[in-house]
């Protein structure tokens, strides 16, 4: 590979991506990689996601396709050559349909190798693409994608089932964790991880408030505990915006929650101050029903958080199949009698989950560089790597 050109997402304040391009950068500098950094425009200043779930509807368009028009504009200079790579953090960017329309034109000498990285798309049965109604188009577009990558970068062995039986035909390659930098996020509470011990009793819950989240299991988790042991632990929710959700009843339930005592919110957090939050947390809980492996998981294991996460889809490779911090899915009584050992004491596997994470950036520039053959899902044993523990 003579130049890496990276397609990243735009910042948001309250999702990863305000520090994705940071994680990348390091990794790319460490390696002495040659990279260029493909720069978009964004819509407004406010960092704010105010159409949509995920990412901004007219801001993720507005950005992908100014990236594009960057991109365009020097593949026109020639800056762009057969040796080099195009990167996507998203394999929904609007506007990439340019590529193979040019490249089918131009001669070979100017054809750069492409990746994508599926952050979930309609292959995901819980994807916002499919409560917004966006899923018949949206297979059409990931077909045309496969029809021109050279690489499509999953995250876990069940998105890789996903794929398959959805048809896809582009190599398809498990890089197995989301890009994470584990010192940049250290580095916001100055490397000063709180003692377990000292923490407040508080459990957290950080994903977003909407419906495949399943925030409703919480709150049942919260009116059993207080039911059957009282107010001896604080139970809250984190947010990087105002509170809200694509399924209104979670909104009025999460309001009686807060007036009776019983649920705490914090709101509009920084990145900062949602890590200090961490580093004065002992658990971290999770019951999504899609999160691909999740960076709030860790962010948290960084901090010295005990994490709690249901045994389903890609969390029991993301534990490393670690049966004592994953529950039975839909079982409060489990995750309650899990909860009860990760509220004590500080677990013997804290901190490999993070350290796994922060090794996936390295995973994916292999892949670029033309190695990750062990990453590779081509044969139909794919499901062999199921059950193997990654770490």
Known sequence: MRKLYYMGLEPYQARYTLQLQEWNRRVFEKRDINYVIVPGETLSSDQAIVTGQVLDAHGRSYFGMSQMMNLVKMMKAGEVTNEDVVYFEDMFQPGIESLPYILNQVDASHRPRIYVRCLAQSIDPDDFVHVWGMSKWM??????????????????EEMVAHMKIAGWEAPIYNISGLAF??????????????????????????????????????????????????????????????????NSSYMKRTEKLIEEGKLKLY???????????????????????QDWVSNTVSEADALGCNVLYPAYRSFPETFANDHTRLYVPWSVEDAISKLHNLLRNPHHNQ????????????RICDVLEGGGESMLRTSVDYRTHTRESKY
């Open 267 to 289: 709101e509009d957090l920084d990145k900062n101050i949602y890590y200090e939050l961490l580093n004065d947390t002992r658990v971290l809980f999770n019951c999504a029903l």
């Open 181 to 246: 930098g584990m010192d940049e996020v250290r580095e916001r509470v100055n490397h000063k991880l709180k003692p377990f011990g000292d923490r407040a009793m508080r459990v957290a819950f950080a994903a977003r408030w909407d419906q495949e989240k399943q925030p409703d299991f919480y709150m049942d988790l919260i009116e059993k505990w207080y039911k059957e042991y009282g107010d001896n632990v604080e139970f809250s929710i984190y947010s990087g915006s105002k509170l809200r959700s694509n």
């Open 351 to 362: 901190g490999h989950i993070a350290l796994y994470n922060n090794k996936t950036i390295d």
């Open 139 to 156: 297979g059409h577009y990931e077909k045309m994608v496969n029809e021109f990558v050279d690489g499509v970068l999953a995250t876990n």
